[in-house]
């Protein structure tokens, strides 16, 4: 049991790292404003329609790093710090996220497949925590209950997993659209690309996690006493 408190502090610790980096470089680089000063908005709606879509709507939702794109409504949500901010952390951030809508429009794979998932990672994660709590207790005289457990939360690692390439690939459409559009150049392109990477590792270091997790529940069921 202490080998899961131990996983769960390092990835907890990592993650509080690379957030608080994260939210950092957000602040440090929402200060550089980019070239012909456009907004989040415009960069959003211009990516849109550079890539022939133009069914999509972009909105401001309220917090801070908010920002998502519901491939649903099909709408790019921009936090109030990105959406109208002429900075190269908005830039970035609302690239990225008209990224998610490209993907869609292409229909990409790993996005497809993601979408695919999300009502039973939804059930999932709404029962793991109890049915792996009742599997570790009742382990040895029913062991199958810690079974079902570990699959639920196996379907939420592979989730993760599946998150990673379409996060990475909605980046990489973002960087190469933003240079070819103009919309950064030479001084504003590293940092958007620096901000762009640690948000980035937020998704290697939870799915890493995750999957670290797993390993541990499969031990302890593995290592029952029949």
Same mark, same amino acid.
């Given at each position: 049991?202490?080998?899961?408190?131990? $996983?769960?502090? $390092?990835?907890?610790?990592?993650?509080?790292?690379? #957030? =608080?980096?994260?939210?950092?470089?957000?602040?440090?680089?929402?200060?550089?404003? $980019?070239?012909? %000063?456009? &907004?989040?908005?415009?960069?959003?709606?211009?990516?849109?329609?550079?890539?022939?879509?133009?069914?999509?709507?972009?909105?401001?939702? @309220?917090?801070?790093?908010?920002?998502?794109?519901?491939?649903? #409504?099909?709408? *790019?949500?921009? @936090?109030?710090?990105?959406?109208? #901010?002429?900075?190269?952390?908005?830039?970035?951030?609302?690239?990225?996220?008209? %990224?998610?809508?490209?993907?869609?429009?292409?229909?990409?794979?790993?996005?497809? +497949?993601?979408?695919?998932? *999300?009502?039973?990672? =939804?059930?999932?994660?709404?029962?793991?925590?109890?049915?792996? +709590?009742?599997? $570790?207790?009742?382990?040895?005289?029913?062991?199958?209950? +810690?079974?079902?457990?570990?699959?639920?939360?196996?379907?939420?690692?592979?989730?993760?997993?599946?998150?990673?390439?379409?996060?990475?690939?909605? #980046? @990489?459409?973002? +960087?190469?659209?933003? =240079?070819?559009?103009?919309? &950064?150049?030479?001084?504003?392109?590293?940092?958007?690309?620096?901000?762009?990477? &640690?948000?980035?590792? &937020?998704?290697?270091?939870?799915?890493?996690? =995750?999957?670290?997790?797993?390993?541990?529940?499969?031990?302890?069921?593995?290592?029952?006493?029949?």
């Amino acid at each position: 049991m202490y080998i899961g408190y131990i $996983i769960f502090g $390092i990835f907890a610790l990592i993650s509080w790292i690379i #957030s =608080s980096s994260l939210q950092s470089k957000f602040k440090k680089y929402s200060k550089i404003p $980019i070239p012909y %000063g456009m &907004t989040g908005k415009q960069v959003a709606e211009k990516m849109l329609h550079d890539h022939g879509i133009y069914d999509v709507q972009v909105i401001s939702t @309220s917090g801070q790093l908010t920002d998502h794109y519901n491939p649903l #409504s099909k709408t *790019v949500n921009l @936090s109030e710090g990105v959406y109208s #901010s002429n900075s190269v952390a908005a830039a970035a951030i609302a690239a990225h996220e008209c %990224g998610h809508a490209v993907q869609h429009a292409t229909a990409y794979a790993p996005l497809t +497949l993601r979408s695919k998932l *999300v009502p039973v990672v =939804s059930f999932a994660s709404n029962w793991m925590q109890w049915v792996l +709590l009742a599997g $570790i207790i009742f382990v040895n005289s029913f062991p199958q209950l +810690l079974l079902a457990g570990i699959i639920l939360f196996a379907i939420t690692t592979l989730f993760s997993f599946i998150t990673l390439p379409v996060e990475i690939n909605a #980046s @990489s459409r973002a +960087l190469a659209w933003l =240079s070819n559009a103009g919309i &950064t150049n030479y001084e504003t392109q590293e940092p958007a690309k620096d901000a762009l990477k &640690t948000a980035a590792y &937020t998704y290697v270091v939870a799915a890493l996690g =995750s999957l670290a997790t797993l390993v541990y529940y499969i031990m302890i069921f593995l290592g029952r006493r029949d």
